[in-house]
């Protein structure tokens, strides 16, 4: 067994962008880009692959909420198309890159603690 504490949430480390090994070392390297390898324990981050899944898990609440913002607004005061435009796409563009991040960062340490990995047998566990 290895030092690192086994118990760490995937979901608490990875909104935090944080190793999902030792929990301290940074998982990102830029906004959105993945690093090469933990800052701290040295895991090697090539497992991870969250594909579309953060984009879709975003887009689809934060377009849901905008666009019942849009409806609910437009049935009350029955705004203009473009006042629904000035306010629902600064509203989209924001709301998603705000979650992004921490959503991607819960994607990465999930597939972690799974032990998912790219071409990789069913519960195969990764070192």
Same mark, same amino acid.
């Given at each position: ?53 953060? =984009?879709? /898990?975003?887009?689809? *609440? $934060?377009?849901?909420?905008? +666009? ?6 437009? #049935? ?19 709301? =998603?890159? /705000?979650?992004?991040? *921490? $959503?991607?960062?819960?994607? +990465? ?6 032990? #998912? ?11």
């Amino acid at each position: 067994m290895t030092e690192y504490d086994t118990d760490l949430s995937p979901i608490s480390t990875g909104i935090r962008g944080r190793c999902p090994r030792c929990g301290e070392g940074h998982l990102f390297k830029g906004y959105l880009s993945i690093a090469s390898e933990c800052d701290s324990c040295g895991l090697d981050y090539s497992f991870a692959d969250s594909a579309d899944a953060p =984009a879709f /898990l975003v887009m689809f *609440p $934060v377009g849901t909420i905008v +666009v019942a913002f849009w409806l609910i607004t437009d #049935a009350i005061w029955h705004w203009p198309a473009l006042v629904h435009l000035i306010l629902a796409v600064p509203m989209t563009v924001i709301s =998603a890159a /705000l979650f992004l991040r *921490p $959503v991607k960062g819960a994607i +990465v340490n999930t597939q972690y603690k799974s032990g #998912a990995r790219i071409g990789g047998d069913p519960g195969e566990r990764i070192s």
